[in-house]
């Protein structure tokens, strides 16, 4: 079917199961959070669920529950292009179904926007937590390349999608030893924390830092107050040792 994506990582970023990956959402939901009622966006990690869903899981947990249309902003890993992009096929597909895409939105997008469509890691990861989190949700899938303009695409998001809820997917430094990693990560955090997107430069450790710049740019159309850590992590914690670790973070906007 042309207008559905089909899923590209379920067995590899999390599980293919439906079952088990309801299962294993819900547990990485069940933390300390509370949800909040007027958190603009968040930052949130794209690794496999075994690494980052638990980091992920108290960014998904503080969000807002009267979210209908998330805009997620994600970094391209594999598929090579300058600019923006907007997904629009009408579905994308995780093993626990169809989640649609607001195709209003998506459309007016498009017309600023390139629209090639790809499987991509950092996008897809999203869609089974919002799929239990906000069943009757709908999202709109926004794909940066190299140099995108991340001022304008906040300003094109802020003026077709004003009431959205903003995902910025994001892991943080890859490959350091443990001690730099750390070091590395709270230079991006403590920029995030600022409410400054021109401290989220090209020189930070994180892959998706210009989706988390947009999502700063967002927030400051949106006058937001303030940003909050909510829960740090690498993949030392979940047995991957020191060496060689990513880091994960997961931060909100208000």
Known sequence: MDN???????????????????????????????????????????????????????????????????????????????????FNRKFMETPLGMCPVNMEIASELAGEMKTVVFNEHSLEVMIPFIQIRWPDADIVPVVLGLDPDCRKTAGLIQQYAPDSFIIASSD?????????????????????????????????????????????????????EKAIELHYSTSADAGGGDDQVVGYFSGMVF
Do not use: W
Request: charged share 20%.
């Open 4 to 86: 559905v994506l089909k899923p590209g990582f379920a067995g590899s970023f999390y599980p293919a199961d439906p079952v088990t990956l309801e299962a294993t959402v819900n547990q990485m939901l069940d933390n300390s959070c509370e949800p909040v009622k007027r958190a603009i966006g968040m930052v949130v990690p794209h690794a496999g669920y075994v690494y980052s869903g638990r980091t992920a899981g108290f960014g998904f947990a503080t969000a807002p529950n009267n979210v209908s249309t998330i805009v997620i902003i994600a970094p391209s890993h594999r598929f090579p292009f300058n600019g923006e992009t907007v």
């Open 172 to 224: 943080l430094s890859h490959f350091y030893p443990l001690a730099v990693a750390k070091k590395l990560d709270r230079v991006v955090m403590d920029a995030f924390l600022s409410l400054s997107p021109e401290k989220i430069t090209d020189s930070l450790d994180a892959c998706g830092r210009t989706a988390i710049r947009t999502l700063l740019y967002i927030a400051e159309l949106r006058e937001a």
